[in-house]
């Protein structure tokens, strides 16, 4: 079972600490987390530290940016994005950015409730289902995080399949512990083209997600550096395998249609 606090920031740490005591007594694995609708990493922190994770609205303003602007958004990092979206939004007095994700099981989302019904209130955050897939399947394909996927992009014909599909993909890297992540652009002025995710369990390779980010259809070709003849079986398709030559190259090029995905399993010899 779960339970979410809601506007979390209203209660004190010591109070929600007594209602987690109370509810953790009748169910020990209950999952709790708190909404936190703030950018400053203190104030997620008195919250996490009672062993409920917070909503992780500072990830969400960097990958929002990172998916939208140039190369610049990458350098900058979580703390640069949180930084220009408190000076945007009117953000004023001294607070501490984070400079990465909050936790490894903060609660991830690239909609929710708050982005939805107020859109571009909060940080500069809205959009669609359509603009919001990318960064769905950007998250789901991370070996980390909680990912709370908003039900009407799990519904719509714009964004379900690719969801439904890094779903499955984040089922078969269960035992990942680590996540490389590769941006390719054709202008380091405009976003990025290309994403890709290679997830590992130590030294081990275990699958490969292919973010096509463009508008339009495109061949991809070139692997991220992998040992050569690597096999992997796509989780769409026929289950005919694709391996990458010593060059870096896919045997048959990936095509990926606008906006989409492929999601690579690594073939077990």
């Known amino acids: 079972s779960g339970i979410r606090f809601d506007a979390v920031k209203h209660l004190r740490p010591k109070h929600l600490e007594e209602h987690l005591r109370h509810l953790r007594k009748s169910d020990e694995g209950l999952f709790a987390y708190g909404e936190v609708l703030s950018l400053d990493e203190e104030m997620h922190k008195e919250y996490m530290a009672l062993e409920c994770p917070s909503s992780d609205f500072p990830l969400t303003v960097f990958m929002t940016r990172v998916l939208t602007e140039g190369l610049k958004a ?17 953000l004023k007095g ?8 909050l936790s490894s099981d903060s609660v991830r989302f690239a909609r929710n409730h708050d982005t939805v019904m107020n859109p571009n209130l909060y940080y500069g955050l809205g959009g669609g289902c359509d603009a919001a897939a990318a960064q769905w399947a950007w998250l789901l394909s991370l070996h980390d995080g909680s990912v709370l996927v908003f039900p009407e992009d799990l519904q719509q014909q714009v964004s379900s399949s690719l969801i439904c599909r890094a779903l ?37 390779l275990l699958g490969l997600a292919v973010l096509n980010l463009c508008r339009e259809t495109v061949k ?3 692997a ?3 040992p050569s003849h690597t096999r992997f079986v796509p989780l769409s398709g026929d289950g005919t395998g694709v391996a990458v030559q010593p060059d870096g190259h896919f045997t048959q090029p990936l095509l990926l249609a606008a906006q989409d995905a492929e999601f690579l399993v690594v073939q077990k010899s």
């Open 168 to 204: 499955r993909f984040r089922q078969q890297m269960e035992p990942a512990t680590a996540t490389e992540v590769v941006f390719r652009y054709e202008k380091t002025t405009a976003p990025p083209v290309l994403l890709l995710l290679a997830l590992r369990d130590g030294d081990r």
């Open 74 to 90: 990458v350098e900058e990092g979580v703390t640069g994005a949180c930084a220009r979206a408190a000076k945007t939004s009117g």
């Open 224 to 226: 991220l550096p992998l």
């Open 94 to 101: 001294a607070v501490q950015f984070p400079s990465s994700a």
């Open 220 to 222: 991809v070709a070139l």
